[in-house]
């Protein structure tokens, strides 16, 4: 029993795909449930991505319903392994949520699009899985086409990332005539055939370098370049450390193409040989082994559900330690209760399930009837364990909020309340002014959109608001801190947050340094970590 208690945690990795819109995140995570069996044919599914406008209709009404879109678990195994993926809203639909997800990964994967470089989004999300320490694994996309040059990439990895790379393969042909891969650890070659555009997994031929089929295969030339290129690596480069991986601290590469397939099942396999298993989690009392017997787990997310009226959520929680069992009582640590775990689920590709078992490593989603925030901790038994709490992170678009009929105040302000501890906004104050002006801040705009809809459908009522041209925010720490003391400049504006924290919204970077320069003593941050 145990065993297979051990054998379950051990087998399980839970990633996040991160990338910045259109760099084949999607695509990426489509043919990795081809490879694991989870689909048969990619684009019969026309996975999520053709989804993506059959249900862009869906996902207007599940806007309209007031719901932040979906971002949902995929569970498939592969090779012994029992692989979750959690999917990170991008686009437009961009929000906290894509953070918050983030902090219930074990590890990341990065896509990066060959032609593209580093882009906006992925430096942002890539920060976030930098401060957590997770490890962060590399898949330059889109080889199929012409990009950029592969060392220049590399470079562009370390100068933009700050961190170090490692090229766990090479690319043969990078002007649009790519053909396979060179596997450093094993000194192989592996080439691809042309497959059916990328639905069924691509057939290839693996071997030794300096086998003459390969000769034959890529033509004298590209065979020549790709053994100058392999010297050059040697010779140049880092040298590969794992442990320095699992810190975060040296990031894998690896090339490939996922729309043709090409370089896919190498990136899964060593992917999913160098990452971890289910990591332990810090607690008030110190890390959580996820081999424990006690079940412990912390709600990262939760989505307003389908029925407006019920005010019905669903509570995402990353299991951490011990095995979930369908209608277990468990401790809410911050209540102090004893609850029942009622409806569980589970996303297992397309499908929604009841989830009878699960174990760390694993997300379910269980019925919210209001009692849940984000970062609560369950537990099964009376250790009363509480998790590190997510960290609040900095919205990007400001707007003043107001009823637009002052009789509905109340419902407003309960609203608004209430959607800020569902982690959907995040609310700010003036000094001095207090509730009488509130201000919005959220990640993505499309959030705006779902507060309108939301306190409109769910409290009935109207808001009108002005959007604020600030685009920064930081939080202060300063010992003895006093509003009225704290230099500005004259675009940006102090106010404070939910716990009364002091925070100051800029209009530009420019205008952070200043106030930096101005408040000795005065630490900004761009995060806020919580205890
Ligand atoms: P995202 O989730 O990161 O936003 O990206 P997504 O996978 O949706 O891919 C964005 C576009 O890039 C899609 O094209 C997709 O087909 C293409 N793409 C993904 N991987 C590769 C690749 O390896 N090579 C090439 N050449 N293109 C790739 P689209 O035209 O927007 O959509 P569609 O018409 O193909 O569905």
Known sequence: MQEQFLQQVRNRRTFAIISHPDAGKTTLTEKLLLYGGAIRLAGSVKSRRAQKHAVSDWMEIEKQRGISVTSSVLQFDYNGYCINILDTPGHQDFSEDTYRTLVAADSAVMVIDCAK??????????????????????????????????????????????????????PIGTDGDFKGVYNRSKSQIEVFSEGKHGQTIVESVIGDVNDDVFQDLLGTNKHQQLMEE???????????????????????????????NFGVRPFLEAFLEMTTPPTPRNSQYGEVDPESDNFTGFVFKIQANMNPAHR?????????????????????????????????????????????????????????????????????????????????????????????????RKQFLKGIEQLSEEGAIQVFKRPHVGVEELIVGVVGVLQFEVLQYRLEREYGVEIKMQTLSYKFIRWIEQEGFDFDRFSLTMDSLIVEDKEEKPVVLFENEWSIQKVEERNQGAVLKSILKKD
């Not at 086409?145 to 562009?156: C, I, S, V, Y």
């Not at 009622?342 to 996303?347: C, N």
């Not at 998790?387 to 009929?405: C, L, N, Q, R, S």
Request: aromatic share 10%; net charge neutral.
């Open 117 to 170: 470089g580093v882009e906006a989004q992925t430096k942002k999300l890539f920060q976030v899985c930098k401060m957590r320490g997770i490890p962060i694994f590399t898949f330059i996309n889109k080889l199929d086409r012409a990009g950029k040059d592969p060392f220049e990439l590399m470079e562009e990895i370390e100068n933009v990332l700050g961190i170090r790379s490692y090229p766990m393969n090479w």
């Open 230 to 260: 392999i010297e050059l690596l040697d010779v140049a480069g880092d040298n590969f450390d794992l442990n320095k991986v699992l810190k975060g601290e040296l990031t894998p590469v690896f090339f490939g193409s996922a729309m043709t």
């Open 312 to 408: 019905d959520r669903i509570a995402f929680i990353r299991i951490c330690s011990g095995k979930f069992q369908k209608g277990m009582a468990v401790n809410h640590v911050r209540i102090n209760k004893s609850i029942k775990l009622a409806q569980p689920q589970q996303f297992l590709a397309q499908d929604r399930v009841v989830v009878e078992e699960a174990y760390p490593g694993d997300i379910i989603g269980v019925h919210d009837p209001g009692i849940f925030n984000i970062g609560d901790t369950l537990c099964q038994d009376n250790s009363k364990i509480q998790y590190e709490g997510i960290p609040v992170f900095a919205p990007e678009h400001f707007a003043k909020v107001y009823a637009k009929d002052s009789m509905k």
